[in-house]
T-cell receptor, first 115, second 114 residues
Framework: GDSVTQMEGPVTLSEEAFLTINCTYTATGYPSLFWYVQYPGEGLQLLLKATKADDKGSNKGFEATYRKETTSFHLEKGSVQVSDSAVYFCAPGVALSGGYQKVTFGIGTKLQVIP | EPEVTQTPSHQVTQMGQEVILRCVPISNHLYFYWYRQILGQKVEFLVSFYNNEISEKSEIFDDQFSVERPDGSNFTLKIRSTKLEDSAMYFC????????????FGSGTRLTVV
């Protein structure tokens, strides 16, 4: 069935370090791919998205490229800040019959950035 | 920016009682969802709703659960006869076109069953 594999955390980085959070997925068809972020005590926010192969989603300095050949959507940021401390969820959209789509969430990777 | 609104933010209920979690999706959205997140665990899909009917539900969404869109603006999740293991954060989400825009989530209702 459809699934998503996301690197387990927690990930602890110093401010200004480079971040990579790996994500691979299995899905039928060509799902849209999303990263969501959950800041402490808050709900889920869409961070970025890519809807087709080779698309690069970007937002707030974060990037992820839709790699169809490796079924991956790794999240990267060149220089993290303390304010980036949160849980990050890789979330492929799974196509359902009738054209609907359901987003399936990875386990989440907790990122802690220390000054 | 439009928001998905969930009420209450926190609900405490006794085991065996019924609860109704309320959501007001973004007004022009057509697709609606409920997810839950048990503390420290993954975000789990419960149900999706489109065109006034359930389009998909998970194994978790058994006969104890039901959803309604009673008045064209609210979207409710009812849990009959709550169990201790129903304690979780419940998130409502809506979307205009999920494959293009993803979902907009509400801030959640923390349900505590005692």
């Amino acid at each position: 069935g459809d699934s998503v594999t996301q690197m387990e955390g927690p990930v602890t980085l110093s401010e200004e370090a480079f971040l990579t959070i790996n994500c691979t997925y299995t899905a039928t068809g060509y799902p849209s791919l999303f990263w969501y972020v959950q800041y402490p005590g808050e709900g889920l926010q869409l961070l970025l998205k890519a809807t087709k192969a080779d698309d690069k989603g970007s937002n707030k300095g974060f990037e992820a490229t839709y790699r169809k050949e490796t079924t991956s959507f790794h999240l990267e940021k060149g220089s993290v800040q303390v304010s980036d401390s949160a849980v990050y969820f890789c979330a492929p959209g799974v196509a359902l019959s009738g054209g609907y789509q359901k987003v399936t969430f990875g386990i989440g990777t907790k990122l802690q950035v220390i000054p | 920016e439009p928001e998905v609104t969930q009420t209450p933010s926190h609900q405490v209920t006794q085991m065996g009682q019924e609860v109704i979690l309320r959501c007001v999706p973004i007004s022009n959205h057509l697709y609606f969802y409920w997810y839950r997140q048990i503390l420290g665990q993954k975000v789990e899909f419960l149900v999706s709703f489109y065109n006034n009917e359930i389009s998909e539900k998970s194994e978790i969404f058994d006969d104890q659960f039901s959803v309604e869109r009673p008045d064209g603006s609210n979207f409710t999740l009812k849990i009959r006869s709550t169990k201790l293991e129903d304690s979780a954060m419940y998130f409502c989400a809506s979307s205009e076109r999920p494959e293009d825009y993803g979902y907009t989530f509400g801030s959640g209702t923390r349900l505590t069953v005692v």
